[in-house]
């Protein structure tokens, strides 16, 4: 991990994983409930690796997604440090899926996530863990920006 100045973490409405305006991303939408985040997914050939498997990369984006989120509605904003996955069964093209994940840690310079993934019958797809470097506490101003795009 880079470190010296602070580099400011924002909402970005071109992220990869939930920006609204990225025309590649994948636009996942969070539910908060007060414990963890919640979306759900269908990913398309356009994910794909081998012939009709969904790529593992677009796997754990979606997972590292989550977990940012689950960080972000606890009131912080941080960057992924390290990740652990383990890839559980084959996803396929066009099997919708729902993920969650939620804060199990929360030191003062980093916080520990973990987040799921599962078919709609609860058939665990993929799972994982991380470690992310707190960048600075969420500002009202994006608390807003959530709010506004229904996060």
């Known amino acids: 991990m ?3 100045r602070e580099i400011p973490i ?3 409405d071109l992220c990869f994983g939930c920006g609204k ?3 590649c991303g994948l ?3 969070f539910k908060w409930d007060g414990k963890q985040v919640r979306a759900q997914f269908t990913p398309t050939k356009f994910h794909q690796g081998w012939s009709d498997i969904i790529h593992g990369g677009v ?3 979606i997972l ?3 977990m940012s989120y689950a960080a972000f509605y606890e009131g912080i904003k941080c960057v992924t440090g390290s990740m652990q996955t383990r890839f559980k069964r084959l996803l396929l093209v066009d099997e919708p899926i729902i993920v969650t ?3 199990t840690k929360n030191a003062r310079r980093f916080v520990e996530t973990e987040a799921k993934m599962t078919l709609m019958d609860g058939t665990l797809v993929a799972e994982c863990t991380a470690t992310q470097y707190v960048g600075s506490e969420v500002n009202e101003r994006d ?3 959530r709010t506004s795009r229904g996060d």
């Open 101 to 103: 994940a939620s804060l």
């Open 10 to 12: 924002g909402i970005s």
């Open 143 to 145: 608390k807003s920006k």
């Open 27 to 29: 636009k996942l939408k």
């Open 59 to 61: 796997i754990t984006t």
């Open 2 to 4: 880079v470190t010296g």
């Open 21 to 23: 305006d990225n025309p």
């Open 64 to 66: 590292d997604e989550a």
